[in-house]
């Protein structure tokens, strides 16, 4: 089933044709207002006067014993607006964003990929632990990020953060919680990357993959409960699908009728293994239906096609109060994060292709300068300005020191429990007694 300007297009459930065409209605859950079946083929029309009447089953008899065979199915369509020239074929699939926004999201983007660099370097040059870098996968975190409500609650996974610029991060945040310095509203105690903000509705960032996705789910039916008009988003990779946790977020999410849009980056690699290795379905996106909902396919390096869909989805999840599931289609250009050498599994040549011929933010500029908005002239000013405003930032997040050590004991407990207490103090007992083995010149002093 797919969304087709404004309708419902479903397939025959006998020989999957795309013939039966619905316009979506509002309707009781669980009651089905429309039949898809087109097929002439006698043998599978139903002879039995009666129908199934099992639990969870929206069938019906059939003399005929045939096995659904996956590679009958066509591939789910993959939505997009604009081709990688900048045009926009279907003029009433345009989103019409004014000029401001437009060129705020190739800010965004362009920004976020010089920070990348300088970052990604750093930590070559050790100075900071770890980086992984966003290469590629700008166009869903800034087209997704402009679609939702700030107030809208965001699950990441760890690179999404984009999305955390586009809501006003700012680049000082960025370099404080990746250098773990006083600075950091983490206070240090994050590995680099691991952003998060109250402030901005942005849960913090966990190692673990796919825990944040049972709790969204659980999230989503707490703002149902609460009838606030607002939606969780939840963004995971494919591989990140593979773990239970995916499973029994859909599954809950569905059945519960929570808000939430589970935003999916298939961007071909979980970590070091491709897709081929990974499932052997159409992808993430053929799951939806399956759990009940609502499903999408973008193309995640056209930034308007995402921007369309999660302003869809977050309607639909506000109007419907249900989920839907949106696999956005990208390619990870950078490696996995510095701990990772994609060039041990990815053929020569492979990213550098990707970085070419269908990268987001080369997409949204020809755009830009088909609407006479961006030349060469800007181009060369912003990246020489982008560029300044991240290395001044990368200096003054370096320059600063570590958080007091006594931090690491609060935050757990409302009032510090006595055993923790005593822990504290036998710290700060033995970092005293042998200073000489601890760097106790680039922290904050205990007090």
């Not at 999410?253 to 379905?281: E, H």
């Not at 088909?370 to 800007?378: L, P």
Request: charged content about 25%; hydrophobic content about 30%.
């Amino acid at each position: 089933m797919a969304a087709v300007g404004g309708r419902i297009v479903s397939r025959c459930v006998s020989c999957l044709s795309r013939t039966a065409v619905f316009r979506r209605i509002h309707r009781p859950r669980n009651i089905c207002t429309s039949t898809a079946v087109c097929c002439s083929k006698s043998e599978n029309v139903s002879h039995f006067e009666d129908k199934p009447e099992f639990p969870g089953s929206r069938s019906q008899f059939t003399s005929r014993l045939e096995f659904l065979e996956p590679d009958r199915f066509e591939g789910i369509p993959v939505y997009r607006v604009m081709s990688r020239n900048g045009e926009i074929p279907e003029k009433d699939q345009d989103p019409h964003l004014d000029k401001e926004t437009v060129l705020k999201m190739y800010h965004d983007m362009t920004l976020l990929n010089t920070m990348d660099r300088i970052l990604y370097e750093s930590q070559r040059q050790g100075r900071i632990s770890f980086y992984m870098t966003n290469y590629g996968e700008e166009g869903t975190h800034v087209g997704s990020a402009a679609a939702l409500d700030p107030r809208d609650l965001v699950f990441g996974q760890y690179r999404e953060a984009g999305v955390l610029m586009w809501r006003g991060f700012k680049l000082e945040n960025f370099m404080d919680q990746c250098y773990g310095n006083v600075g950091d509203k983490g206070k240090g105690r994050q590995m680099p990357v691991h952003y998060g903000s109250k402030d901005l509705n942005f849960v913090t960032i966990s190692s673990t993959l796919a825990t944040q996705m049972s709790q969204a789910a659980g999230a989503a039916y707490a703002f149902k409960r609460a009838q606030n008009n607002l939606c969780v988003i939840c963004y995971f990779g494919e591989g990140a699908a593979s773990e239970g946790d995916a499973h029994a977020a859909f599954n809950f999410a569905a059945t519960l009728d929570c808000p939430v849009i589970f935003f999916c980056r298939n961007n071909g690699y979980a970590i070091s293994t491709p897709t081929k290795d990974q499932y052997r379905g159409d992808g993430i996106a053929s799951r939806g239906p399956g759990y009940g909902m609502v499903t999408l396919r973008v193309d995640g390096n056209d930034t308007f096609a995402v921007y369309n869909s999660v302003k869809a989805a977050r309607d639909l999840c506000l109007r419907e109060s249900r989920p839907v599931l949106i696999e956005a289609m990208t390619y990870r250009i950078g490696h996995h994060s510095t701990s990772d050498d994609s060039s041990m599994y990815r053929e020569y040549g492979e990213a550098g292709y990707w970085a070419k011929k269908d990268n987001p933010i080369n997409r949204i500029r020809a755009y830009m300068e088909r609407q006479g908005w961006w030349d060469e002239k800007q181009e060369q000013e912003w990246m020489k300005d982008s560029r300044s405003r991240v290395l001044e930032a990368f200096s003054k997040a370096e320059a600063q020191k570590k958080p007091n050590p006594e931090l690491m004991f609060d935050d757990v407990y409302d009032e510090i429990p006595e055993h923790i207490k005593k822990q504290k103090d036998q710290m700060k007992q033995h970092v005293n007694q042998y200073k000489e083995f601890y760097p106790l010149d680039i922290h904050e002093e205990m007090t």
